[in-house]
């Protein structure tokens, strides 16, 4: 897969280690995906993000200098249509769930295999966002309630009709427009049509925003329960 317009995406890697750079770089190029260039501190990719319009940037978190969560948020505010994968030693990482609240698309373990990381980049770069639904759940149950709420996510859901409440309520618990479909007995077709509705009225980015906010508002809790009831199609 590639990006919209048919080209394949173009990718910064963000790491402080050295040998991490350079195999990303070697197992992405080997696959058709362009690096245009490396960061080895926050500070240096948020330049490095300034000079070449990155279409994704793999980020690593703990960086000298600049961290990642700082370097992903000056990222994003500079240029919105970046897509920022974070990378991670532990799945459960209450920095992972900050960059997620900050616009970040998706996570990876830096153990990935070559075949998940290509794909990984090729999805963010679609618009999509990169979830592991059970992981993604436990990390945002663990640290959501805890959290300081961040202004990349609007809280007001006012904007929301019932029906469009109970998408966001299923996107929180993880559910993919399959899954939702089958859940509300829509077509696939309406069930996107929801989503992009929801995106638009509250700004978020992509489902990883829209899991962060579902449980920042309470409209998911810890366990899967959401508040919402089932609503009238």
């Not at 897969?1 to 910064?12: E, N, S």
């Amino acid at each position: 897969m590639t990006a919209p317009d048919g080209r394949a995406p173009r990718v910064l890697v963000a790491d402080d280690q050295t040998l991490i750079r350079t195999g990303f770089r070697l197992i992405l190029t080997a696959r058709g995906i362009d690096v245009v260039g490396e960061a080895a501190d926050g500070a240096e990719a948020v330049a490095r993000a300034r000079e070449l319009k990155p279409d994704v940037v793999l980020m690593d978190i703990r960086m000298p200098v600049m961290d990642g969560l700082e370097a992903t948020r000056l990222i994003l505010r500079e240029a919105p249509d970046c897509r920022v994968l974070i990378l991670t030693t532990f799945d459960l990482d209450r920095y992972v769930y900050t960059a997620l609240s900050l616009g970040a698309s998706g996570f990876l373990l830096k153990d990935v295999t070559p075949e998940h990381l290509a794909a990984a980049v090729r999805l963010v770069d679609t618009g999509d966002a990169l979830l592991a639904p059970s992981i993604t759940r436990r990390l945002v149950e663990r640290f959501a309630s805890g959290a300081a709420h961040s202004p990349a996510v609007p809280a007001d859901l006012s904007a929301l009709t019932p029906r469009e409440l109970e998408v966001l309520t299923l996107l929180g618990r993880g559910l993919s427009n399959t899954e939702l479909a089958a859940q509300l007995t829509l077509s696939e077709a309406t069930v996107k049509s929801h989503v992009a509705r929801i995106f638009a009225k509250l700004t978020l980015r992509d489902r990883a925003q829209a899991v962060v906010l579902a449980y920042e508002t309470g409209l998911v809790r810890p366990g899967g329960a959401g508040t919402g009831g089932t609503s009238v199609r």
